[in-house]
T-cell receptor, first 111, second 117 residues
Framework: DQQVKQNSPSLSVQEGRISILNCDYT??????FLWYKKYPAEGPTFLIS?????DKNEDGRFTVFLNKSAKHLSLHIVPSQPGDSAVYFC??????????FGPGTSLSVIP | GAVVSQHPSRVICKSGTSVKIECRSL??????MFWYRQFPKQSLMLMAT?????????EQGVEKDKFLINHASLTLSTLTVTSAHPEDSSFYIC?????????????FGDGTRLSIL
């Protein structure tokens, strides 16, 4: 059973608009969440993280929101740029340092 | 920032060959490294946790005799796919955490594309 879910396999957004990628998790004990960006034939690149003591973390155009009661987090990218087109993975890091990835959402930013 | 180097980036070999993939942390020491596998259009699946100076810990369903892991130093872990077959063809990625701990993101290598003919 998937512990990290990304229900949208793909998303298309116009350049300049906001991209919102969603993620749900099953275990309320998870307390550190990450977003990675991945291009084909490359390893994932760390984007932004959030711990459970916060509900928002912002880094430039990227903001992650965490709703612990709903076990839901989202990544907002604004404004979206064509170079943001990639697969975005939501992930959680366990107390054993393991990272569990969601299935990913493929984002296409249309010029 | 933390850099993880993986080598080779691509391997094509015949069925029955054993293939070794190296993962190095370039500017930090990593007592723990991780090996993942990604099949086309799927997510990254953790295969095993590589511990410096001790045996690797394998995830359920991953054959430890098939995927040999050695973590002989604080900057190098190797994954050897023994007697590889076409179904082992995949994208293998390693990662490591700088200073460890739950509040540090893992940094990933660029992956190795393994194709078994």
């Amino acid at each position: 059973d998937q512990q990290v879910k990304q229900n949208s396999p793909s998303l298309s957004v116009q350049e300049g608009r906001i991209s919102i990628l969603n993620c749900d998790y099953t275990n309320s004990m998870f307390d550190y969440f990450l977003w990675y960006k991945k291009y084909p034939a490359e390893g994932p690149t760390f984007l932004i993280s959030i711990s459970s003591i916060k509900d928002k973390n912002e880094d430039g155009r990227f903001t992650v929101f965490l709703n612990k009661s709903a076990k839901h987090l989202s990544l907002h990218i604004v404004p979206s740029q064509p170079g943001d087109s990639a697969v975005y993975f939501c992930a959680i890091k366990t107390s054993y340092d393991k990272v569990i990835f969601g299935p990913g959402t493929s984002l296409s930013v249309i010029p | 920032g933390a850099v993880v180097s993986q080598h080779p980036s691509r391997v094509i070999c015949k069925s029955g060959t054993s293939v070794k993939i190296e993962c190095r942390s370039l500017d930090f020491q990593a007592t723990t490294m991780f090996w993942y596998r990604q099949f086309p259009k799927q997510s990254l699946m953790l295969m095993a946790t590589s511990n410096e100076g001790s045996k690797a810990t394998y995830e359920q369903g991953v054959e430890k005799d098939k995927f040999l892991i050695n973590h002989a130093s604080l900057t190098l872990s190797t994954l050897t796919v023994t007697s590889a077959h076409p179904e082992d063809s995949s994208f293998y990625i390693c990662s490591a955490t700088d200073r460890g701990g739950a509040r540090q993101p893992q940094h990933f290598g660029d992956g190795t594309r393994l194709s078994i003919l």
